[in-house]
C-alpha cells in the first residue's frame, strides 16, 4: 500500500469533490484530509497515477503529490492521524 501526500491550493475557490476522487481510485483507498488543502491517501497507486487521477477534479487549483510511502514521521496531531497513518496495510486478495 502506497501513501501518496496531495497538496494542492483553493483554485478557483470550488468545493473540490474529494470523495468523487478517492472513490476514483482502487477499492481500498483512503483519504485523510487536513485543513482542506493537504491530504494523506493509501492507495495500491502509484504517485503520478493519483496525480493523474487528481488532475481530473483539480479544475484550476495547482497540486502535487509526492510518496511518502517509507518516510519516518513524527509529530503532534491527532490520535485518528497516527492510527491513518501508522495502520498496517491491508493485504490484497491477490496474496
Known sequence: MNRPLLVFDDGNCARLDLQGFVESLDAGARLYA????????????????????FLKFAGSRLFFVADITSS?????M???????????ALPTAAQ
Not at 38 to 45: D, N, Q, S
Not at 72 to 76: D, E, I, K, N, S
Not at 81 to 88: A, E, Q, T
Open 34 to 53: 487536513m485543513d482542506g488543502h493537504v491530504c494523506f491517501v493509501t492507495t495500491e497507486l502509484p504517485a503520478s497515477e493519483v496525480s493523474d487521477r
Open 72 to 76: 519516518p514521521c513524527a509529530g503532534r
Open 78 to 88: 491527532f490520535g485518528a492521524f497516527w492510527d491513518f497513518v501508522k495502520s498496517p
